[in-house]
């Protein structure tokens, strides 16, 4: 099927009764990827999807993501009691198992994480979380003062002055291939179990796509939706910066983002072992800055490091443990070219400094990626829906942007990497730039409008965690 401009607009016209009809159209338009479709058994942990394929673009091993990704947050509407908590434990957990029995937890099936913010914890289970959520032990020791490994989020130098750090007590993270799983899943969540949640937000965007010379879903998009700079474009672009996100080598490997894991965090039993750390956050992005501002060589120098040998047009590049920049050479590159680059910064905290022996005997070598990023691309402005326009600065024209998450092992994880980005490196050394500046990175074309943290616990505590120690 071949979607029409014509077709585009009366879909945004009619985004006010049907904010995902436009994403629906384009579901319908889209090449799926070939994948298995057996069912496999459910991994421990919510995050990680069964069955993840690998291939190869231009010698380097991609990642093929899911072509569609939703994220609804909410505050929990069930009052605090004791029974209350029980009673839509059973109902939550009862629903996800339900849906869970006819799809597979992959990329052709449904993949849903279920992650809880501090309000949450803070609100229902306030004891039972002082005694259960893990103490970072690297932070502590590093700031001096018990560190959990579940933080309020920080705005960090680089965001302006209105992102909005959030309250949310619950965000739902559905992914798959198809649209209308994600459309009946969050249908049976959020509106089948009447009574438990009162919705804020729902963000829906796209990532991939672009494979074997078929015109990408980020492209398509921007193109459809009249998106300033969108025609300049790479037509197969995973993402709307151009750049292949998903390159295995750039991702932390199964289980690495596990709380237990890498021995960052200090746990007082086996409750979350299993689980991990989300962050979630928007980016509002602006294509026309990054193509028409920044040449190819410039994309590379900011989006990776300067100087970086690659082919001309390259667009899928690989960032393998032998090639990580340390902080020094990032100091280096700055005092150079007067620039950083947006990877190379923050491999400085997003890689592994010596090799460390996971607990169920994984090895994982010095220079392993260690943040699982689960991030995708949107016409969200800021999101699809919000029960608070005003306060969320909503807008009806679609705009390019990203709902960026990723899986740290803590909130401290998360955050050192963050400032790696702005330049205030994890040696304690920094390089000093204006918020925004040319030279930092990508930071100069997108900024963050919302953040917020939450914990993920494993499968089998996902449906109010804690809430079952309540008396």
């Known amino acids: 099927m071949r979607l029409t401009r014509r077709q585009f607009a009366a879909a945004l016209a009619a985004a006010a009764a049907d904010p995902f009809r436009v994403y629906r159209l384009v579901d319908e338009a889209a090449a799926k990827p070939v994948r298995r479709t057996a069912k496999e058994a459910m991994p421990a942990e919510q995050h990680l999807l069964a069955d993840v394929r690998i291939i190869r673009e231009d010698g380097v091993e991609v990642v093929v993501p899911p072509l569609h990704h939703r994220v609804v947050t909410a505050r929990i509407a069930v009052p605090e009691q004791a029974a209350a908590l029980r009673d839509a434990r059973e109902s939550l957990e009862q629903a996800l198992r339900e849906i869970e029995a006819e799809h597979p937890v992959s990329a052709a099936g449904l993949a849903i994480t279920v992650?809880?913010?501090?309000?949450?914890?803070?609100?229902?289970v306030p004891s039972q979380a002082r005694r259960a959520i893990p103490v970072d032990a690297r932070a502590s020791a590093i700031r001096k003062r018990e560190i959990r490994i579940l933080e309020d989020a920080d705005r960090f130098p680089s965001d302006p002055a209105i992102t909005r750090l959030e309250e949310n007590d619950v965000a739902v993270l559905l992914r798959s291939d198809h649209l209308a799983t994600i459309d009946e899943a969050q249908r049976r969540i959020f509106h089948g179990l009447h009574g438990l949640f009162d919705v804020t937000s729902i963000r829906s965007g796209f990532v991939g796509g672009g494979l074997n010379g078929k015109m990408s879903l980020p492209k398509k998009m921007a193109m459809q939706a009249r998106i300033p700079g969108a025609e300049l474009m790479p037509p197969h672009a995973e993402l709307f910066l151009g750049f292949t996100s998903t390159v295995r080598h750039a991702l932390g490997p199964e289980r690495i983002a596990n709380?237990?894991?890498?021995?960052?965090?200090r746990l007082r039993?086996?409750?979350?072992?299993?689980?991990?750390?989300?962050?979630?956050?928007?980016?509002?992005?602006n294509l026309n800055a990054w193509y028409l501002n920044f040449d190819h060589r410039d994309q590379v120098d900011a989006m990776f490091r300067p100087g970086l040998s690659v082919k001309p047009g390259a667009r899928t590049i690989d960032q393998p443990p032998s090639g990580i920049e340390t902080a020094a050479e990032v100091r280096a590159d700055?005092?150079?070219?007067?620039?950083?680059?947006?990877?190379?910064?923050?491999?400085?905290?997003?890689?592994l400094h010596r090799t460390v022996t996971g607990p169920d005997g994984t090895v994982y070598p010095q220079g392993t990626a260690v943040p699982q990023r689960a991030d995708f691309n949107t016409l969200d402005n800021p999101f699809a829906w919000s029960a608070h326009r005003a306060l969320d600065r909503m807008a009806d024209t679609p705009a390019a942007g990203t709902h960026f998450i990723v899986f740290n092992p803590t909130s401290d994880d998360f955050r050192r990497v963050r400032l790696a980005m702005d330049g205030i490196l994890p040696d304690g050394?920094?390089?000093?730039?204006?918020?925004?500046?040319?030279?930092?990175?990508?930071?100069?074309?997108?900024?963050?409008?919302?953040?917020?943290?939450?914990?993920?616990?494993?499968?089998?505590?996902?449906?109010f965690p804690l809430s079952e120690q309540r008396r």
């Open 269 to 285: 039993d086996r409750y979350f072992v299993g689980g991990t750390h989300m962050h979630l956050s928007h980016l509002h992005e």
């Open 259 to 265: 709380i237990e894991t890498l021995g960052y965090a």
């Open 115 to 124: 992650a809880w913010g501090l309000p949450y914890f803070r609100r229902f």
């Open 334 to 351: 700055y005092r150079r070219h007067r620039r950083i680059g947006h990877a190379g910064s923050m491999q400085t905290a997003s890689r």
């Open 429 to 463: 050394g920094d390089v000093r730039f204006p918020p925004r500046a040319l030279g930092q990175g990508i930071n100069p074309v997108f900024h963050a409008t919302h953040r917020q943290n939450f914990i993920v616990p494993p499968r089998a505590h996902r449906s």
